[in-house]
């Protein structure tokens, strides 16, 4: 069946690192992938999503393309800011939503 | 953007009695909403898919009795917790969306602690 597999935090950066958060993803069929945010003690937020191989999505910074080849959906952001700390999770729309573990990050003054 | 809210977002109870948290879609018809449970440190684990007008959909291992879905409008979706027990605390999120293949919206998700 279709899945998510996420890299596993926690991750902890200094202000103004780069950022990289691993996704991968096995699915029957062309599903849409999507990177949500959860800050601390709040509901998810869409961040980005990409509907087709080799779409890019991004917002506020961060970018992540869809690579049919690897199958994969990585998170990237040149510069991190202590704002950015949140569970991160990536997710699938095949004929429901499937999301990764969550990875943590904290970013540190 | 749509915007999916949730109520209450923090209830702390006795244990034995029931909860209602309730998911509304403000400004969009939902014709699909979704409950899921969150653990601490864990992602999201789907409980049930509830269509408006008829009975929710419950994942393997969710108990309908337990945890009773109603969806009765297009913007109203309710998860009551029956007789609830300290082991059912957690985060509840719900989650909304306009058609088939439409975005998915998050409500800020209900804190429930059982005492």
């Known amino acids: 069946g279709d899945s998510v597999t996420q890299m596993e935090g926690p991750v902890t950066l200094s202000e103004e690192a780069c950022l990289t958060i691993n996704c991968t993803y096995t699915a029957t069929g062309y599903p849409s992938l999507f990177w949500y945010v959860q800050y601390p003690g709040e509901g998810l937020q869409l961040l980005l999503k990409?509907?087709?191989?080799?779409d890019k999505g991004s917002n506020k910074g961060f970018e992540a393309t869809y690579r049919k080849e690897t199958t994969s959906f990585h998170l990237e952001k040149g510069s991190v800011q202590v704002s950015d700390s949140a569970v991160y999770f990536c997710?699938?729309?095949?004929?429901?939503?499937?999301f990764g573990t969550g990875t943590s990050l904290t970013v540190i003054p | 953007g749509a915007v999916v809210s949730q109520h209450p977002s923090w209830v702390i109870c006795k244990s034995g009695t029931s909860v209602k948290i309730e998911c509304r879609s403000l400004d969009f018809q939902a014709t699909t909403m979704f409950w899921y449970r969150q653990f601490p440190k864990q992602s999201l684990m789907l409980m049930a898919t509830?269509?408006?007008?008829?009975?929710?959909?419950?994942e393997q291992g969710v108990e309908k009795d337990k945890f009773l879905i109603n969806h009765a409008s297009l913007t109203l979706s309710t998860l009551t917790v029956t007789s609830a027990h300290p082991e059912d605390s957690s985060f509840y999120i719900c989650?909304?969306?306009?058609?088939?293949?439409?975005?998915?919206?998050f409500g800020e998700g209900s804190r429930l602690t059982v005492l």
């Open positions: 997710a699938l729309l095949g004929n429901q939503f499937y």
């Open positions: 990409a509907t087709k191989a080799d």
């Open positions: 989650s909304a969306r306009e058609g088939a293949g439409g975005e998915l919206f």
């Open positions: 509830s269509n408006e007008g008829s009975k929710a959909t419950y």
